[in-house]
């Protein structure tokens, strides 16, 4: 249902865009959004936007993350810059969906990308 791509390897300072495309049976998204989760640590919100486009940030990235959606291709973004190793995780996408019209909404989460931010 959520398909999560982008990750990689980067270089400190660098940048990346994670993508996350949802599909199958769908009429409505709802909030949508980013968590990560480094070895040994819990998730964690990373970023969330409505399907107004109102968004917020942890606020270790503030300012360093943008989160956008693009209602029409059913996917949210989330352009990353000035990376630091701490940003090292693996990042899942999120999505509170209404399959079908009065339908209650269900929360669906990506497979998962890995962001390893090294020298």
């Known amino acids: 249902q959520l398909q999560a791509y982008g990750g990689g390897l980067v270089r400190p300072g660098g940048s990346l865009r994670l993508s996350c495309e949802a599909s199958?049976?769908?009429?409505?998204?709802?909030?949508t959004g980013w968590y990560r989760q480094a070895p040994g640590n819990q998730r964690e919100l990373v970023s969330g936007?409505?399907?107004?486009?109102?968004?917020k940030y942890a606020g270790s990235v503030k300012g360093r993350f943008t989160i956008s959606r693009d209602n029409a291709k059913r996917t949210v973004y989330l352009q990353m810059n000035s990376l630091k190793p701490e940003d090292t995780a693996v990042y899942y996408c999120?999505?509170?969906?209404?399959?079908?019209?009065?339908?209650?909404?269900?929360?669906?989460w990506g497979q998962g990308t890995q962001v390893t931010v090294s020298s």
């Open positions: 199958g049976s769908i009429f409505n998204i709802n909030d």
């Open positions: 936007i409505t399907s107004g486009g109102i968004t």
């Open positions: 999120t999505a509170n969906i209404v399959e079908k019209a009065g339908w209650g909404p269900d929360d669906y």
